[in-house]
Nanobody, 126 residues
């Protein structure tokens, strides 16, 4: 089992920044690809960013490319999402996810992640 706990969400004005953090526990965190997804009110959950087990490969949704940065610290069992130049359309609940399925790969496909956190709310005001 892997437990994931997100933190760092909140209310920010458009153009501002937030840093989300996800703390993992339970199994060997360093073996897993990690991802961030988000779900806005009335919409389906969508991919935001992913990072390989080593941190050497990253993947971003087009909507956040150039504004968001995903990183991980395997010594601390954490994965972060630095969000800059935030827009009102970034408002959503953000979820951290871990994949024990993706061996040496990363993915933007939700069902390839088998452990999920409870989510943290990010609200961007205009």
């Amino acid at each position: 089992q892997v437990q994931l706990v997100e933190s760092g969400g909140g209310l920010v004005q458009a153009g501002g920044s937030l840093r989300l953090s996800c703390a993992a526990s339970g199994r060997t965190f360093g073996n897993y690809a990690m991802g961030w997804f988000r779900q806005a009110p009335g919409k389906e959950r969508e991919f935001v960013a992913a990072i390989s087990w080593s941190g050497g490969s990253t993947l971003y949704a087009d909507s956040v490319k150039g504004r968001f940065t995903i990183s991980r610290d395997n010594a601390k069992d954490t994965v972060d999402l630095q969000m800059n130049s935030l827009k009102p359309e970034d408002t959503a609940v953000y979820y951290c996810a871990a994949s024990t399925i993706l061996v040496g790969k990363i993915s933007d496909i939700e069902y390839e992640y088998d452990y999920w956190g409870q989510g943290t709310q990010v609200t961007v005001s205009s």
